[in-house]
């Protein structure tokens, strides 16, 4: 009977392992298979129409042809530049107030926070990103228009607005949780050395805190980066260089998502598109390694201490 139990108990065990090594794998595989058909159908800018890398990355002449013979211009420096306007912009805005709120669920009141606060965060982060665009076309841009005296609403700063609201509640869940798991001792011994509480907050809590602060900011703008409908809907959708944060443009999403189910297959064009959606892919490969990067520099940080 010991025999038995003991056997189902090892059939149990290792067959669950092996389970989970198995979807582990899968999961491993599909990221690959993903990376190299990006790669395969993106490559064709550079190895079918004879592009540069650098033409890609630094022209602004976005004039791809969409035919297989090719001949048009695939740089993508416009969309590149809304981009990254716009993800930084939406970060600049997003960071202050998603730090304070983390630090207001765990340091200031963290009995609100927790039962209160962060549901209402959390709640932010599951509406779908078509209501923020709706949002922001009906609302958000008339009142751009009218508060700046501008002939259009739709700007970088519209986009940039939208897409701070969309990537607050990421920034604000992880940097709570950072915040919540610096030791109990490090609050005690500030308050020990005289420290207020704003000062046990600002210059020991959070500091220790800041690779946990820094992955939560990271994902938030990877969100960013992949954002496309709300974007795209406030944005302005004009093919140019943005000048100023009143300026119409595109982002790398927003352009892949108006023109990919238009393109021929096989054309410049659509070749240009994944190249742009390979771009995207490498970026996304770039904040997860800063992530990794950050976890295990941390780590060992606290290894030696």
């Not at 606060?117 to 609302?139: D, H, K, M, N, Q």
């Amino acid at each position: 009977m010991i025999e038995k139990k003991k056997t189902g108990m090892f059939y149990k065990e290792y067959g669950w392992r092996g389970a989970a090594t198995l979807f582990g794998l899968f999961v491993i595989a599909l990221t690959i298979i993903i990376g190299a058909f990006l790669v395969y159908k993106g490559s064709d800018t550079f190895l079918k129409f004879g592009h540069s890398i650098w033409e890609f990355l630094g022209s602004a002449k976005w004039e791809p042809v969409d035919s297989s013979e090719g001949g048009g211009k695939t740089g993508a420096l416009i969309f590149i530049a809304g981009s990254l306007v716009t993800c930084g912009l939406a970060l600049v805005i997003a960071t202050p107030f998603a730090l304070g709120s983390a630090v207001f669920m765990t340091e200031i009141s963290p009995v609100f926070g927790e039962k209160v606060y962060r549901p209402v965060v959390e709640i932010f982060a599951g509406i779908p990103s078509v209501v923020y665009g709706w949002v922001g076309l009906t609302v958000l841009v008339p009142w751009i228009k009218a508060l700046f005296h501008r002939q259009v609403g739709h700007s970088v700063l519209t986009a940039g607005l939208v897409l701070a609201v969309m990537i607050f509640p990421t920034i604000t869940s992880v940097s709570a949780d950072a915040i919540g798991s610096v030791p109990e001792e490090c609050r005690n011994a500030a308050y020990g050395l005289g420290s207020t509480r704003w000062q046990a907050i600002w210059r020991v809590i959070v500091p220790a805190a800041s690779s946990g602060v820094v992955t939560g900011i990271i994902l938030g703008l990877a969100r960013a980066f992949g954002e496309a409908l709300a974007v795209a809907m406030v944005i302005g959708q004009t093919t140019a260089l943005p000048t100023s944060i009143f300026s119409t443009t595109k982002t790398l999403t927003t352009e892949i998502a108006a023109q990919m189910g238009n393109a021929m297959e096989g054309g410049e064009l659509k070749s240009a598109l994944w190249t742009m959606a390979l771009l995207l892919f490498l970026i996304s490969l770039l904040f997860i390694s800063l992530i990794h990067w950050i976890s295990g520099r941390s780590g060992k940080e606290k290894g030696e201490k």
